[in-house]
């Protein structure tokens, strides 16, 4: 079996690159402090976050998603967290996602991750 290694991988027209027609990596993805003012940590393809309320965040593309029928995954959490996460909604410019603590309050947490999968405009 031969090895490929290469620095930067970029589809023909640009684009995310394919293996059988399937993205392989994430189209976009953010690490946020979601206490006080949204703080990012490290990201891709985000441009900014958005507090709408507590427990509550836009995540704002840099790049627009084709469409909004994208997979997107949020997880939230500390020792002091345990609880749920909501995607509340999805548009091709960001997703709406919301974090609730054990007895379905919405709380600011620490340490909010999200990770969209899709294909970009």
């Not at 640009?14 to 027609?21: A, L, N, R, W, Y």
């Not at 985000?46 to 997880?75: K, Q």
């Amino acid at each position: 079996m031969s090895t490929v290694k290469a620095n930067d991988l970029t589809n023909v027209t640009g684009g995310i690159p394919t293996v059988k027609s399937q993205q392989l990596i994430p189209t976009a993805w953010v690490n946020f402090n979601g206490t006080g003012t949204p703080a990012i940590r490290d990201s891709e393809n985000v441009s900014s976050i958005t507090d709408n309320y507590t427990g509550n965040w836009t995540v704002n593309f840099s790049t627009t998603m084709a469409n909004a029928n994208f997979a997107t995954l949020l997880n939230h959490g500390s020792a002091a967290y345990r609880g749920f996460d909501i995607i509340e909604s999805t548009s091709t410019s960001g997703t709406r996602v919301e974090t609730r603590n054990e007895n379905n309050q919405e709380i600011d947490a620490t340490n909010i991750s999200v990770l969209v999968m899709g294909g970009q405009a």
